[in-house]
């Protein structure tokens, strides 16, 4: 190759090779390379136009050196002119570099070219020196923290560092990864050797806390640096380096006796945690966002005055990084009489079964074994979910709590502790406070913000105060709720009352008896009676479904109601299980179980002529049995439904038409309210006189009016309308009994 083409190659690159000025990162990461390239040219030499760019590279102005000495060794004195011209030129590149000595080098004799590299070896020490790298350079900062966090060897923190350099700089890329391949499998002896390491002792690393706390990452093809630990180095964050894994626990906390938690469970778990173990303490508090389960960990921390931290939310929530954080703390927090470790957010981790399917990731599950057995070990681990933890690993939980949604009375504590705590008491009577838990079913964090937004007004007026409230909580009702929720409002008819209902039987007692029943579930712990299971049946809008919500509301608990909709599947064994799982979400959160339409879930099976509907009824009687808590099925044809069903049933109630003092009742709640004078004697015998009505007659008139101005309308006209209401249920009676 002539020298013309040397030069067309340095304008094609347009790079160009001059003295910079180092810092004090650089000069680290020069002193790493100039190593690695050492160990390489120990076991390979220097052979090959990659070498001899990445040398060139390192050298830096201290490349000239090594051309004299090279130089020296060349006979021909026109080629070494040839070359000493080529050589010395100012904008000589990498590449150009590595062509020339490639010429210069080949044709030597071996002796000589160990004598090169001997002298290659001493302008390397030589350039180390030059460097004059006083230490402490960010990256070696950055290594040495990552060595103590996660208490690595030297030959791992190594790894880390050569990772990151072939990830981030030019040179020792296209040497080590481009050209050696040292991050494949294929260019592993390569890797072993800039290490200083062996194959076993690598494989052993591949398998450890590098690869478990996704530190590094491994797949079929090559290992690297994750994303997240590469950004460490990069960019060295100024704040303290441990409070990217963890920090110290917060101790702005709501005292432990206002959680909605046993006295006895607190005092069991605090004794657990007291002292450090010989084994290792997990607890597990779980339930829906927004129960308290944090804030009861932050109370449980604060009363017992031992050295606590919480693991650090990662933003993109990798289960990776999260191992990475727990690892982290417990090295550096848990030596001496130890400390506890919060773990918040913790689905992720702990809930392996269908990881892959819901979230892409696979898990690790030798390490959650390692850390359940670890001793010393304490940990409160916080989840929303353990649907998919696997059942080895929940027995491992020294012990748990299920946190429930709050219950009315729990929502008006509730209400009234955070009102209190943002000192905006006096806007707000026990009635008002009384009227937002019974309105709004939204969880502590939700209050809390939508008050100070409320308080950040700087509005003096009551009136104003809670109508921004209000709207905070309403935006984020709307914002959760979803189109097929069964979970019901508890929320009755301002004008509702038992009154006036044609019920066959003494309601008032039957109401007392569901308290009874109510205390007897929540308060005994042996329950001979585990169920109690009432049956509404009466004509359509008799108030079924209104006493069913009045019940609930009474007994301060949730109402589910389940209609066939959300229960009845095409698909085999689908319906059946829909109707279990109606019952265990039920009893899981202690709410009412409404069942609506059940005459077409509980089949007569004397009449039943597919398999399905007997399965269907079977599936539904065993649920009865098995359920623990308040169920009511409501049914508008009672002739329908299995007779071995009508039996199981403690509370039989038959809905009828409303009696003439009934109408009268309902007339004077739901009506008389939109009207300026009060009913005539007249009119109010006509209304007496109709047959056949219900309360949601009146609702449904009550609403078709109900925007007119109360001058516009008069007595007759409702009247007038609810004689068309019982009229449309005579025509269809009349109708269903034409035919053949």
């Known amino acids: 190759m002539g020298m013309s083409k040397f030069r067309k190659s340095r304008r094609k690159q347009g790079a160009t090779y001059q003295s910079v000025e180092y810092d004090n990162n650089d000069k680290f990461i020069?002193?790493?390379?100039?190593?690695?390239?050492?160990?390489?040219?120990?076991?390979?030499?220097l052979t090959g136009r990659e070498s001899l760019e990445f040398l060139s590279w390192v050298l830096g102005?201290?490349?000239?050196?090594?051309?004299?000495?090279?130089?020296?060794?060349?006979?021909?004195?026109?080629?070494?002119?040839?070359?000493?011209?080529?050589?010395?030129?100012?904008?000589?590149?990498?590449?150009?570099?590595?062509?020339?000595?490639?010429?210069?080098?080949?044709?030597?004799?071996?002796?000589?070219?160990?004598?090169?590299?001997?002298?290659?070896d001493q302008i390397l020490k030589k350039r180390i020196f030059s460097l004059n790298y006083q230490g402490f350079s960010e990256i070696e900062k950055t290594a040495g923290k990552l060595k103590k966090l996660f208490i690595l060897s030297d030959i791992e923190v190594d790894l880390c560092l050569f990772l990151f350099i072939i990830n981030s700089y030019d040179p020792s890329e296209d040497f080590f990864s481009l050209h050696l391949k040292?991050?494949?499998?294929?260019?592993?002896?390569?890797?072993?050797?800039?290490?200083?390491?062996?194959?076993?002792?690598?494989?052993?690393?591949?398998?450890?806390?590098?690869?478990?706390?996704?530190?590094?990452?491994?797949?079929?093809?090559?290992?690297?640096?994750?994303?997240d630990f590469l950004c460490l180095f990069q960019n060295p964050s100024t704040r303290i380096f441990s409070e990217k894994f963890y920090q110290k626990a917060s101790k702005d906390s709501v005292p432990l006796n206002q959680h909605f938690v046993a006295a006895r469970q607190t005092e069991h778990i605090l004794r657990l945690l007291k002292n450090k173990p010989d084994t290792s303490t997990h607890i597990l508090l779980y339930g829906k966002p927004g129960t308290g389960k944090t804030s009861y960990a932050y109370g449980l921390v604060k009363e017992l005055a031992i050295p606590s931290y919480e693991v650090a939310q990662d933003p993109d929530n990798k289960t990776k990084n999260r191992r990475a954080a727990i690892t982290a703390a417990l090295n550096m927090t848990n030596s001496g009489s130890g400390s506890i470790l919060i773990v918040d957010e913790s689905d992720n981790i702990l809930n392996t079964?269908?990881?892959?399917?819901?979230?892409?990731?696979?898990?690790?599950?030798?390490?959650?074994?390692?850390?359940?057995?670890?001793?010393?070990?304490?940990?409160?681990?916080?989840?929303?979910?353990?649907?998919?933890?696997?059942?080895?690993?929940?027995?491992?939980?020294?012990?748990?709590?299920?946190?429930?949604?709050?219950?009315?009375?729990q929502r008006i504590m509730l209400f009234e502790n955070i009102i209190r705590k943002n000192r905006v008491k006096r806007f707000f009577s026990s009635e008002?406070?009384?009227?937002?838990?019974?309105?709004?079913?939204?969880?502590?964090?939700?209050?809390?913000?939508s008050i100070k937004k409320a308080i950040e007004s700087d509005s003096q007026s009551k009136t104003e105060i809670m109508e921004l409230f209000k709207m905070g909580l309403e935006a984020y009702q709307d914002m959760v709720k979803t189109p097929s929720a069964s979970r019901e409002s508890n929320r009755i008819e301002n004008s509702y009352s038992l009154d006036g209902l044609n019920i066959n039987s003494n309601i008032h007692a039957e109401l007392n008896l569901l308290e009874k029943f109510s205390e007897h579930l929540q308060n005994s712990r042996h329950h001979l009676v585990r169920n109690m299971n009432l049956l509404f049946y009466g004509p359509p809008g008799t108030g079924k479904s209104e006493l069913a919500r009045y019940i609930a509301n009474h007994l301060d608990k949730e109402m589910i109601c389940k209609r066939l909709s959300d229960i009845l599947n095409p698909y085999v064994g689908v319906a059946e299980k829909n109707i279990r799982n109606a019952f265990i979400e039920a009893e899981r959160e202690e709410a009412v179980l409404v069942i609506d339409e059940a005459d077409s879930l509980l089949f007569s099976r004397e009449k039943s002529v597919r398999s399905w509907e007997t399965s269907q009824t079977n599936e539904f009687l065993t649920a009865m049995e098995r359920f623990k808590g308040i169920l009511i099925c409501t049914t508008n044809m009672i002739k329908e439904i299995d007779k071995a069903s009508i039996r199981r049933f403690s509370i039989k109630l038959k809905f009828d038409y409303l009696t003439s003092e009934g109408n009268t009742v309902f007339y004077d709640k739901l009506i008389l309210p939109l009207l300026e004078r009060p009913i005539n004697n007249n009119t109010q015998t006509s209304l007496k006189k109709i047959k056949n009505l219900t309360p949601g007659d009146f609702k449904t008139v009550r609403d078709r009016f109900a925007f007119f101005p109360k001058k516009e309308i008069a007595h007759g006209i409702f009247v007038k309308a609810l004689m068309e209401e019982a009229e449309m249920k005579d025509l269809h009676k009349t109708e269903s009994c034409i035919g053949f």
Not at 101 to 110: Q, T
């Open 30 to 45: 020069l002193k790493k390379c100039i190593k690695y390239l050492q160990r390489h040219m120990d076991k390979h030499g």
């Open 182 to 227: 040292c991050e494949k499998f294929i260019g592993r002896k390569f890797l072993c050797n800039v290490l200083g390491t062996t194959s076993s002792h690598l494989n052993d690393i591949f398998s450890a806390v590098l690869v478990k706390t996704g530190i590094i990452e491994i797949d079929e093809r090559e290992v690297c640096l994750s994303d």
């Open 432 to 449: 008002d406070i009384d009227a937002l838990a019974r309105k709004y079913d939204v969880n502590a964090g939700t209050i809390n913000l």
């Open 61 to 120: 102005d201290m490349r000239s050196e090594f051309i004299e000495c090279t130089l020296g060794c060349v006979d021909d004195e026109s080629n070494r002119k040839k070359y000493e011209s080529a050589l010395y030129e100012y904008d000589l590149d990498h590449m150009d570099f590595s062509q020339i000595m490639i010429k210069i080098l080949s044709p030597l004799k071996l002796q000589v070219r160990k004598i090169v590299m001997q002298h290659l």
């Open 353 to 409: 079964r269908n990881s892959w399917f819901e979230r892409g990731e696979t898990q690790d599950k030798g390490y959650l074994n390692q850390l359940m057995e670890e001793p010393g070990v304490r940990i409160v681990w916080i989840c929303n979910s353990i649907r998919n933890i696997d059942p080895s690993w929940l027995r491992r939980f020294a012990f748990s709590i299920r946190f429930k949604p709050f219950t009315r009375k």
